[in-house]
């Protein structure tokens, strides 16, 4: 009897799978137990085909540092066939592994809770907040380097973003400071590190964190180079990293690292997660407030990050295009975020609505750009006197309920990008390509008897910039 249940649970997961997607599984699983010498075994006498930990270690090599590789394979063994989990053996059935690929692909959090929790720890019991630290740095990075290795970081690599294991460190943290006890209680800092969570209250944040499941798909799709490509796929895998345009063959470094890029990208309205294209960068463009204008006026929602001199990072997201006027502008999809020392996003209070402000050349009101807050007290300020700006938040910003972003209140600028996100508006084709000092005469003028030479005159951009960077 137990036999038959044992094969319509099999059968049922079995059936998750379109009729090619099983094709592809049967054939990734042929070539593992080939690899672990048990190919022959299908036409012995009960003998089975199995999969070893060195059949999927040399199999996967390539594609996932080791350390993860042990965890897919903890992660399969944990599937009890049997009902009796003392009897885990230390081979993988065909059972196990389709199992294993329906829960984690096509399952829910309670469906994968098990397995993940396996693969947090190969004991069974509550693990520790370390243990369930390093399983999400592990993640993380396994995602990095399988796209990597299979080509599918769209324009973004090691060589035009910042180093990946800050990044690493920086999306973990945040995403374990999801991490609820069943009172509701959230332990940080050396505390987390050392309380115990039991299955129930990871499977809660495995439900909340959408990551963690769309990571371990990324990895289990890329490392055994299965359903990689089948119209299963949801958006957030398709759009997991955006397109990269505009920084190939330049020579810069971007201030974004890969997995940052990923989580600032998963907060993005859906329409514009397919493409990330750098519109300004001060190292290329110049230091100039006026050539910041320039670059980035109509040419629809941008994210902007700084760096100051203390090695902070920070930034925002215009969900409309900036415009010069001296009034706030966009709307509640805005949002603040901080890169390095932390990763973190803050979103809209309803408080008041200084989502972005823009101004330059103006008597009256500041000049400069501004995200939250108020005159004079913005969340985030960078100066129209080119290198100085100021983060304020006693406590909070109001708009944004952010911290300060900077290592000091008035910070120096070292570096700023700008990127817009999404398709480029129809109207920022050749309009949009003037210097505001084209537009604005006086301006150049002004700065001619100010002393200041346009030293981005030699930097201008031919005006085909739509280069295909993938």
């Excluded at 196990?96 to 929790?117: C, H, P, R, W, Y």
């Excluded at 294991?165 to 973990?172: D, E, I, N, P, R």
């Excluded at 997201?317 to 415009?323: C, L, Q, T």
């Amino acid at each position: 009897k137990m036999g038959n249940a044992e094969s319509n649970a099999y059968q049922n997961h079995l059936s998750r799978f379109l009729p090619e997607e099983q094709s592809v599984i049967d054939g990734v699983f042929d070539t593992l137990s080939g690899l672990s010498g048990s190919a022959g075994a299908k036409n012995g006498k009960g003998a089975k085909k199995t999969v070893t930990l060195a059949a999927l270690q040399a199999y996967m090599r390539e594609p996932l540092p080791e350390q993860m590789t042990v965890r897919l394979y903890n992660g399969m063994k944990s599937i009890d066939l049997t009902g009796k989990s003392s009897g885990l053996s230390e081979q993988i059935a065909k059972e196990q592994f389709v199992i294993f690929m329906s829960n984690l692909l096509k399952g829910n959090a309670d469906e994968k809770i098990t397995i993940i929790m396996r693969m947090i720890s190969k004991t069974e019991g509550p693990v520790k907040g370390k243990q369930i630290q390093e399983f999400t740095e592990d993640l993380i990075m396994s995602v990095v380097h399988v796209l990597s290795y299979r080509k599918e970081l769209k324009g973004w690599n090691s060589e035009n973003t910042r180093d990946s294991a800050s990044g690493v460190k920086g999306l973990a943290s945040q995403l374990l400071s999801e991490l609820k006890l069943a009172d509701g209680t959230k332990p940080v800092g050396p505390q987390l590190m050392e309380t115990n969570f039991d299955q129930s209250v990871i499977e809660d944040w495995v439900y909340r964190v959408p990551q963690i499941s769309i990571f371990l798909s990324v990895v289990i799709r890329q490392g055994l180079h299965v359903l990689h490509s089948l119209p299963d796929q949801t958006k957030d895998i398709l759009n997991l990293v955006p397109g990269c345009k505009g920084i190939k063959g330049r020579g810069l470094v971007s201030l974004f690292d890969i997995p940052s890029i990923i989580y600032i990208n998963s907060l993005l309205p859906a329409e514009l997660q397919h493409k990330w294209q750098l519109l300004f960068s001060s190292r290329l463009h110049g230091e100039s407030f006026s050539q910041l204008c320039g670059h980035i006026v109509n040419k629809g929602p941008c994210v902007v990050i700084l760096k100051d001199l203390d090695g902070y990072i920070f930034g925002g997201f215009a969900s409309h295009s900036w415009e010069v006027k001296p009034q706030f502008q966009g709307d509640n999809r805005c949002f603040l975020f901080s890169v390095f020392p932390s990763l973190a996003v803050y979103t809209y209070t309803g408080y008041n609505d200084h989502y972005m402000y823009l101004n330059h050349g103006q008597q009256t009101m500041p000049n400069g750009l501004g995200m939250g807050g108020q005159h004079g007290y913005f969340g985030l300020w960078i100066d129209s006197d080119y290198g100085k700006g100021h983060s304020k938040a006693k406590p909070r910003c109001t708009t944004y309920n952010s911290p300060q972003l900077s290592a000091k209140e008035d910070f120096t600028l070292d570096a700023v990008e700008v990127w817009a996100v999404g398709d480029l508006p129809e109207s920022a084709g050749t309009k949009g390509k003037k210097s505001i000092l084209d537009v604005d005469p006086e301006a150049q003028a002004f700065l001619e008897m100010a002393g200041k030479s346009r030293q981005s005159e030699g930097l201008r951009e031919p005006v085909e910039e739509e280069e295909e960077d993938d």
